[in-house]
């Protein structure tokens, strides 16, 4: 197993150019379940689980060609419609196949995703929106199994909590579903509007793009004709290195990004002190003389990304006072902590809460990656401390960083990938 090798305490200077969002490219990947002509998406992220899902698509029966960031998917011979566990508990997103599948053939039967390190995550609105839109669902032996002979007609989904696959899924159902389907509560993630634009650019009418009620008329079960796209930039990277030139008070840059989609993130960082310039396409952070401690509430797109949380606490550990972080998403999403304390930091939990007590001197230690954003925190902590640090189980990192070790050597961090 692989694991980094990070020399702390070293600054940090250049620019990093950012690859394609994880989380954008993961639903336009299944979105190709709906269209009758081969897709091609630009700027696809050559992380772990992109592969996953495409090996997942290609054992559904399509044809798949991955290269220099360059995806090529054709669905139009797909044979199955069975999600099997040993794709799913890979990777959760898989579920993003569910509304695709079913709208598409029918039926499909796709494993039940299952907890995560960071909580629970049920995917009850997906199952509870699709039974709307006149699906019959069964939960047996681990799998949803869902049918609609007739298709999936249009409804009125009013989602109890805005959810980001939910919404995803329930759009690419609606795509092909007969009638008009409104969704009240949507998600509003950049990521969930580049499907809408995606679909919408392919020849679905979608209103409401980018706000929490939206409209989308289905095709009545014709299968699409999806134009080539390419994968918006990832806002969660960026925000990290904006993090990793932070914790290291250097001054970086990062490139490939839209600065709209990292609004809350730079407002943080700003209050902490730090200036952040922007241009069309990139961000530069630079050095504070102070950094001052964060008051954080972690909440749904435009507010402050929970996938950003755990690296925001590793910065916290070196700013000029106490810091509070809410974490409002998922309940158990603070595993990175009893990490930070075996580098030498001060944090202390209270049910979804944590108090960062700073500064404090971090130190290199042995530490275990749990999550993926988790593991970026420690990456963080790790530039940051005096001594080595190694981090294991960065198979939790591959998931979503694409060349990291790469990218931050670059910059100049002095960071290694070495096997156990
Ligand atoms: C997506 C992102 C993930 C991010 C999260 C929140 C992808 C592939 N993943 O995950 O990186 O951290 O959004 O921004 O895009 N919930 C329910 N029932 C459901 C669905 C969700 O109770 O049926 C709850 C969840 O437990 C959680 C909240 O709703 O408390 C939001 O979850 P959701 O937006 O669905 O997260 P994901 O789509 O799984």
Do not use: W
Not at 40 to 66: M, R, S, W, Y
Not at 206 to 231: P, T
Not at 251 to 258: F, G, L, W, Y
């Amino acid at each position: 197993m692989d694991f980094l090798e990070i020399e702390g305490g070293k600054k940090l200077k250049g620019a990093v150019q950012i690859s394609g969002a994880k989380n954008a490219a993961l639903p336009l990947l299944t979105c190709t379940l709906l269209s009758k002509t081969p897709v091609h998406i630009g700027n696809v992220p050559n992380v772990a689980d992109v592969k996953t899902l495409l090996q997942l698509l290609e054992n559904l029966g399509a044809k798949q060609n991955f290269d220099n960031n360059q995806a090529l998917v054709d669905t139009s011979g797909v044979n199955s419609t069975c999600a099997n566990y040993d794709i799913v508990r890979k990777m959760r997103a898989s579920i993003l196949t569910l509304g695709p599948l079913l709208t598409r053939f029918g039926h499909c039967e796709v494993s039940l995703p299952g907890g995560c390190a960071i909580g629970q995550r049920p995917i009850d609105l997906h199952l509870k929106a699709l039974e709307m839109m006149g699906a019959d669902i069964d939960i047996r032996q681990g799998y949803v199994i869902a049918s609609a002979p007739k298709g999936l007609k249009g409804a009125n989904i009013v989602f109890d909590k805005i959810t980001v696959t939910g919404s995803e899924n329930i759009i690419m159902a609606a795509a092909l579903a007969h009638g008009t389907t409104t969704i009240s509560n949507a998600a509003k993630e950049p990521e969930v509007v580049q499907l809408c634009e995606a679909l919408n650019k392919s020849g679905v009418e979608i209103k409401g793009i980018g706000s929490a009620e939206i409209e989308i008329q289905g095709s009545g079960g014709k299968l699409l004709d999806i134009a080539d796209f390419s994968v918006i930039p990832d806002r969660i990277e960026a925000g990290t290195y904006l993090c990793a030139g932070a914790i290291t008070n250097s001054e970086i840059t990062v490139t490939n990004v839209i600065p709209e989609h990292l609004k809350a993130l730079i407002s943080k960082l700003i209050s902490m002190g730090f200036e952040v310039l922007k241009t069309e396409n990139s961000i530069t952070i630079k050095p504070s003389s102070k950094i001052l401690p964060a008051d954080i509430e972690t909440l749904e797109y435009p507010g402050f990304p929970t996938d950003m949380q755990a690296q925001f606490m590793a910065l916290c550990t070196q700013a000029d006072g106490t810091s509070l972080i809410d974490e409002r998403l998922f309940e158990n999403r603070f595993m990175h902590v009893s990490e930070l304390l075996r580098m030498g930091a001060n944090i202390k939990l209270t049910s979804h809460t944590a108090t960062i007590y700073a500064p404090t001197k971090l130190t290199g230690a042995d530490v275990m990656a749990t999550d993926l954003r988790a593991s970026s925190a420690l990456v963080l902590a790790a530039l940051a401390a005096e001594g080595t640090t190694r981090i294991h189980r960065i198979y939790h990192l591959d998931r979503g960083y694409e060349n990291l070790e790469g990218k931050l050597s670059n910059l100049g961090a002095k960071i290694k990938r070495l096997s156990e």
